[in-house]
C-alpha cells in the first residue's frame, strides 16, 4: 500500500486546486474520482469556455448560513490572484459582462493549465477510480475499486448534487454525516424557474424570446437577461432569483426596467393616439411579447379608447408582472447546489473540521454558494487554496 500525506476525493476545480497547492508544498497527495477525465463541470462550464472567475467577487454575493464564512478564505486568494495564474499559462480570456471572465478560446485550456500543474507537483491522479468506503482509524483509509489509500489527511472536494448525468451525487454529505458534522438543507440553485400549466400556455407560445429584465424576490433583485422557454423560465436573471426564491412564494418581473411605461403610454395617447396598444408596446419589447400582454389584459382598440386606469393596469403587466413559479428544473440543470455542510463545523482558515483534525471540506459540498458568473469557480479556488496550505 502506497502511503500519502494527503488524501483527495474529487478531481474538480477545488480538488485539483488543493492537490496542486498541497503538491507544491512537498505532499505526497493522491487525487481521486470516478469520471474517466478530471474537471468535467470546468469542461461544460460558460459555453465551454468557462467563467473561470469574476472581476467583482465581494463576500456578500455568496448565500451561506453564516455569511461571514467566505470572507477568510476569497480575501486570501483573490480573483486577481487566480487571473495571474491565467496569464502566466498563457491563456487568452475577455470579460463578458458585470465582471464575468471567460476563456477566449475553450475551457479545456483551464483544464490543461491545472493538469500541468498537478503533474509538476507530483499530485498521483487516479480517475475511473470508484470510492467504495472510507474510514478513521490513526489516519484515514479510502478503500476504492483499485485498492485501499491510507493518509493522515483527507480532503473531500465531491462537490453537490447539480446536474448527476455527469456523476454527482450525495458522498459528500454522506461522508460528513458519517464524521460528525451538521448539514443545512440543499437544494438546486441557479437553475431555472417551473409553472403550472395554466401559465406554461401563456409561456410557451413565447419560447426562445428572451428579454432584459429585473426580476425581484423580497428586497433582492437581478437585472439580467430574461428567457422564455416550453418549461418556464429562465436565462440569468431567473438563475439569479432562483437561489433566493421559496416555494409558494411569488417573484415581481420587470420587462422594460429601462423605461417608465405608464408615462410613455400616457405621451403616446396624446401624440399618436389611434395606434394600436400592441405597436405602442413593441417600441419597448419584443412583438410577439407586447401582442400577448395586450391579450392578457383584455384591452381592445386603440389608445385613445383606453381611459388612464386601464393604460396604467397595463403598465403594470409590464413593469409590475408578478408570477408564482410551482417549482424548479431540480438538480438536473441546476448549476450548483445550495446549502450543504454547515461551516460552524469547519475552521474558515482552513475548511479543518473543528473536531476531527485532519479532514477537511472544500468547495460545493460546502454551504457556501455564490452567485452567477464565476463566483462558484472562485469559491472552488480559494477554499481549495487555503486547504492546500494545511494539509
Same mark, same amino acid.
Given at each position: 500500500?502506497?502511503?500519502?500525506?494527503?488524501?483527495?476525493?474529487?478531481?474538480?476545480?477545488?480538488?485539483?486546486?488543493?492537490?496542486?497547492?498541497?503538491?507544491?508544498?512537498?505532499?505526497?497527495?493522491?487525487?481521486?474520482?470516478?469520471?474517466?477525465?478530471?474537471?468535467?463541470?470546468?469542461?461544460?462550464?460558460?459555453?465551454?469556455?468557462?467563467?473561470?472567475?469574476?472581476?467583482?467577487?465581494?463576500?456578500?454575493?455568496?448565500?451561506?448560513?453564516?455569511?461571514?464564512?467566505?470572507?477568510?478564505?476569497?480575501?486570501?486568494?483573490?480573483?486577481?490572484?487566480?487571473?495571474?495564474?491565467?496569464?502566466?499559462?498563457?491563456?487568452?480570456?475577455?470579460?463578458?459582462?458585470?465582471?464575468?471572465?471567460?476563456?477566449?478560446?475553450?475551457?479545456?485550456?483551464?483544464?490543461?493549465?491545472?493538469?500541468?500543474?498537478?503533474?509538476?507537483?507530483?499530485?498521483?491522479?487516479?480517475?475511473?477510480? $470508484?470510492?467504495? %468506503?472510507?474510514?478513521?482509524? !490513526?489516519?484515514?483509509?479510502?478503500?476504492?475499486? *483499485?485498492?485501499? =489509500?491510507? #493518509?493522515? +489527511?483527507?480532503?473531500?472536494?465531491?462537490?453537490?448534487?447539480?446536474?448527476?448525468?455527469?456523476?454527482?451525487?450525495?458522498?459528500?454529505?454522506?461522508?460528513?454525516?458519517?464524521?460528525?458534522?451538521?448539514?443545512?438543507?440543499?437544494?438546486?440553485?441557479?437553475?431555472?424557474?417551473?409553472?403550472?400549466?395554466?401559465?406554461?400556455?401563456?409561456?410557451?407560445?413565447?419560447?426562445?424570446?428572451?428579454?432584459?429584465?429585473?426580476?425581484?424576490?423580497?428586497?433582492?433583485?437581478?437585472?439580467?437577461?430574461?428567457?422564455?422557454?416550453?418549461?418556464?423560465?429562465?436565462?440569468?436573471?431567473?438563475?439569479?432569483?432562483?437561489?433566493?426564491? $421559496?416555494?409558494? %412564494?411569488?417573484?415581481?418581473? !420587470?420587462?422594460?426596467?429601462?423605461?417608465?411605461? *405608464?408615462?410613455? =403610454?400616457? #405621451?403616446? +395617447?396624446?401624440?399618436?393616439?389611434?395606434?394600436?396598444?400592441?405597436?405602442?408596446?413593441?417600441?419597448?419589447?419584443?412583438?410577439?411579447?407586447?401582442?400577448?400582454?395586450?391579450?392578457?389584459?383584455?384591452?381592445?382598440?386603440?389608445?385613445?379608447?383606453?381611459?388612464?386606469?386601464?393604460?396604467?393596469?397595463?403598465?403594470?403587466?409590464?413593469?409590475?408582472?408578478?408570477?408564482?413559479?410551482?417549482?424548479?428544473?431540480?438538480?438536473?440543470?441546476?448549476?450548483?447546489?445550495?446549502?450543504?455542510?454547515?461551516?460552524?463545523?469547519?475552521?474558515?482558515?482552513?475548511?479543518?473540521?473543528?473536531?476531527?483534525?485532519?479532514?477537511?471540506?472544500?468547495?460545493?459540498?460546502?454551504?457556501?454558494?455564490?452567485?452567477?458568473?464565476?463566483?462558484?469557480?472562485?469559491?472552488?479556488?480559494?477554499?481549495?487554496?487555503?486547504?492546500?496550505?494545511?494539509?
Amino acid at each position: 500500500m502506497q502511503p500519502y500525506d494527503v488524501i483527495i476525493l474529487g478531481a474538480g476545480a477545488a480538488g485539483m486546486f488543493c492537490a496542486i497547492e498541497a503538491g507544491r508544498r512537498g505532499r505526497r497527495v493522491a487525487l481521486i474520482d470516478h469520471a474517466k477525465a478530471p474537471g468535467e463541470k470546468i469542461r461544460i462550464s460558460g459555453g465551454g469556455r468557462c467563467n473561470f472567475t469574476n472581476l467583482d467577487i465581494r463576500p456578500e454575493r455568496f448565500l451561506s448560513q453564516n455569511p461571514r464564512f467566505a470572507r477568510s478564505a476569497l480575501s486570501r486568494y483573490t480573483q486577481h490572484d487566480f487571473i495571474a495564474r491565467v496569464n502566466a499559462a498563457g491563456i487568452a480570456w475577455h470579460e463578458k459582462t458585470l465582471g464575468q471572465l471567460f476563456c477566449d478560446g475553450s475551457a479545456r485550456e483551464i483544464i490543461a493549465m491545472l493538469c500541468k500543474d498537478m503533474a509538476e507537483a507530483g499530485v498521483d491522479l487516479k480517475l475511473a477510480t $470508484r470510492i467504495e %468506503e472510507v474510514q478513521h482509524s !490513526d489516519g484515514f483509509s479510502v478503500r476504492t475499486s *483499485a485498492g485501499e =489509500l491510507r #493518509a493522515p +489527511k483527507l480532503v473531500v472536494a465531491t462537490g453537490g448534487k447539480s446536474i448527476p448525468k455527469m456523476g454527482a451525487s450525495g458522498l459528500g454529505y454522506q461522508l460528513a454525516t458519517r464524521f460528525g458534522l451538521e448539514l443545512t438543507e440543499t437544494r438546486p440553485a441557479l437553475v431555472p424557474l417551473t409553472f403550472t400549466s395554466e401559465q406554461l400556455d401563456e409561456m410557451k407560445p413565447l419560447a426562445g424570446l428572451s428579454v432584459s429584465a429585473s426580476v425581484r424576490y423580497g428586497r433582492i433583485a437581478f437585472r439580467e437577461g430574461l428567457l422564455f422557454t416550453h418549461r418556464g423560465l429562465s436565462g440569468p436573471s431567473i438563475l439569479q432569483i432562483s437561489s433566493y426564491w $421559496r416555494e409558494g %412564494e411569488e417573484i415581481d418581473i !420587470d420587462l422594460a426596467p429601462d423605461v417608465d411605461i *405608464a408615462a410613455t =403610454l400616457a #405621451a403616446e +395617447k396624446q401624440l399618436r393616439g389611434r395606434q394600436s396598444l400592441s405597436v405602442a408596446l413593441s417600441a419597448h419589447l419584443p412583438e410577439k411579447l407586447a401582442r400577448q400582454i395586450v391579450a392578457r389584459s383584455g384591452l381592445a382598440g386603440n389608445l385613445a379608447d383606453q381611459p388612464k386606469a386601464k393604460l396604467q393596469a397595463l403598465a403594470q403587466d409590464v413593469s409590475g408582472w408578478r408570477v408564482r413559479p410551482v417549482g424548479t428544473e431540480g438538480y438536473r440543470t441546476a448549476e450548483v447546489t445550495l446549502g450543504g455542510v454547515d461551516t460552524r463545523g469547519l475552521d474558515a482558515r482552513t475548511m479543518e473540521t473543528r473536531h476531527l483534525p485532519g479532514l477537511h471540506f472544500i468547495g460545493e459540498v460546502v454551504d457556501v454558494t455564490g452567485w452567477l458568473g464565476g463566483y462558484n469557480f472562485q469559491w472552488a479556488w480559494s477554499s481549495g487554496w487555503v486547504a492546500g496550505q494545511a494539509v
